[in-house]
């Protein structure tokens, strides 16, 4: 059973992450959300952003991360969206992939409801490519 309160849509965008210490790595945005998202990254990205893959801090904390994402707007061209996340989990794919899930902590309303447009259009896309499947 589905326990996600937002639709969850597969993506391939491209974004750029950084810590709390600045340490930057371009990734790709695997999945997105109105909650968070899940990007790919390599081991060695992965432990340069997250301390050692782990996505709690020593004191207990979740790890944070900055995301700078971009998305497809309503005329086409690519929009910014940034936001400040704290780290869910930290999964190791295949032998040298791994994903990191965020939630959003800190997001604008001007760049939520950007990220709400490209959720809902990719559903909505995704639904009438369906419908034409079933036609």
């Known amino acids: 059973m589905e326990k996600r309160l937002y639709p969850r849509v597969k993506t391939n965008l491209p974004a750029i992450v950084a810590n ?3 340490v930057q790595l371009k990734v790709k945005v695997s999945d997105a959300s109105g909650e968070g998202l899940c990007m790919e990254c390599n081991t060695l990205e992965r432990d340069l952003v997250t301390p050692g893959g782990r996505f709690v801090r020593d004191d207990g904390k979740p790890v944070e991360l900055y ?3 971009e998305v497809p707007d309503e005329n086409g061209h690519s929009t ?3 936001a400040r996340c704290h780290v869910t989990f930290s999964r190791r794919i295949a032998r040298d992939r ?5 939630k959003y902590m800190d997001l604008d309303n001007s760049a939520y409801q950007k990220l709400l447009y490209f959720i809902e259009s990719s559903i909505a896309n995704m639904q009438s490519f369906r419908q034409m499947q079933i036609s």
Do not use: P
């Open 80 to 82: 910014k969206v940034q």
């Open 98 to 102: 791994c994903k990191i899930g965020v």
């Open 20 to 22: 709390e210490e600045g």
């Open 67 to 69: 995301i700078w994402l």
